[in-house]
């Protein structure tokens, strides 16, 4: 039985001798090793870029560099990771949701404007599946009301928007490097500060409040990433070109052999690019999309729901009692109805065409 899971991390021996020199080092915390590291992202965004924890601290910290708490609104799209919301409560802030576009499954920019009102502090459009979302729209609702723009980009690692890398296009840009995303240290994350006015505060935020000059300028977390982690990006930022070029034959061959019974394909970002972090399908109906699941899994194929239509989850309908089937159609939808197949580039063609024949064949009797 070939056992395909969702995503294989490409952590390779070259990168395993990286971590065993820092372990042979002693020297494990943030240092020497996650200081190049982010000198090489640095050049590579042309703008700051520091190493933190996760890809939820970095969202954290740039709303708390803001200063965002109780009385603020931040409007987030209702279909994403449900982290992109939750700091937004843990700040004590209030979350307005947006729905989405069922051709990105990105927030639906022409929603935002109507819930813009003189609390609102920040958009955080999300880059869903590697996809860019309409930043021109945004960053100009941004301007016009004065609003900071966090793009949270976890799943967007090499992706871009008309010429531009995802993470340089809004106020700061934030990434993960979680397993299911395109380069992984186990846990980690990327924060790309491009407005460089919260620069030393991000920093000092990042290590306990500790500021360039030895002194504790604010009641800081301690979102380090260690050098046992970077150790493992380095290679594998390298490979990063090659990474996505694989992942997009690998999408063009989805795109043209899966026949969709039942679903509709992902759309191509039109003058963009995507990094294609996952193959997100949309099934016609949600006891389908369940069933394709449960059957590509006796076959060995791991799929799994794309993202929450966050409103519905538990803590957010108790808060918040919005009627997500009516208020975020499409997001409801894209929960309900989607799935994600296997993604990475170390699949092989064989792989590739398995996944494809089995999806046609059991899609089409469902
Ligand atoms: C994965 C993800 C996060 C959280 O990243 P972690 O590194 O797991 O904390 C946030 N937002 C989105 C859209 C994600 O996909």
């Known amino acids: 039985m070939i056992e395909i899971p969702l995503i294989v991390p490409d952590i390779r021996d070259s990168d395993i001798s990286q971590c065993a020199d820092v372990l042979k080092s002693g020297m494990l915390v943030y240092g020497a090793v996650g200081k190049e590291l982010e000198s090489t992202l640095t050049d590579h965004f042309g703008a700051p870029s520091l190493l933190m924890s996760n890809g939820t ?29 939750n700091v937004v409560e843990q700040l ?21 404007e109507e819930k813009i009102t003189s609390n609102t502090k920040a958009i955080i459009p999300v880059h869903e599946f590697g996809h860019p979302a309409d930043m021109s729209k945004v960053n100009e609702l941004g301007r016009k009301y004065g609003l900071s723009i966090i793009e949270d980009a976890a ?11 995802v993470g340089t296009l809004g106020d700061f840009g934030s990434f993960s490097f979680h397993p299911r995303k395109a380069m992984t240290s186990g846990e980690g994350g990327l924060l790309v500060v491009n407005d460089q006015t919260y620069l030393d505060k991000l920093i000092a935020l990042r290590n306990h409040g500790w500021s360039n000059t030895g002194e504790c300028i604010a009641p800081g977390f301690n979102y380090r990433l260690t050098d046992i982690q970077s150790s493992l990006l380095a290679g594998q930022f390298c490979r990063m070109p090659n990474d996505i070029s694989r992942r997009r034959s690998i999408a063009k061959k989805y795109k043209t052999n899966i026949k969709g019974f039942n679903c509709a394909l992902p759309d191509e970002p039109g003058e963009s690019s995507h990094s294609w972090q996952s193959f997100h399908i949309l099934m016609d109906d949600n006891l389908k999309r369940n069933t394709m699941i449960k059957q590509l899994s006796e076959y060995g194929i791991q799929t799994t729901y794309g993202a929450q239509c966050i409103p519905a989850m538990i803590y957010y309908k108790d808060k918040y009692g919005l009627d997500e089937i009516n208020e975020f159609p499409n997001a409801w939808k894209a929960y309900q109805n989607g799935i994600v197949i296997p993604m990475y580039s170390g699949l092989t063609n064989e792989e590739v065409n398995f996944i494809i024949s089995t999806f046609n064949s059991v899609s089409e009797n469902l």
Request: overall charge negative.
């Open 57 to 85: 601290c970095t969202l954290h910290s740039a709303l708390s560099a803001l200063g965002i708490g109780p009385g603020d609104e931040v409007i987030v799209p209702a279909f994403s990771y449900v982290a992109t919301a």
């Open 92 to 112: 004590g802030a209030t979350s307005v949701f947006v729905d989405i576009s069922l051709k990105s499954f990105n927030i639906d920019p022409d929603r935002i």
């Open 155 to 165: 799943c967007a690692m090499g992706a871009s928007y008309r010429g531009k890398l």
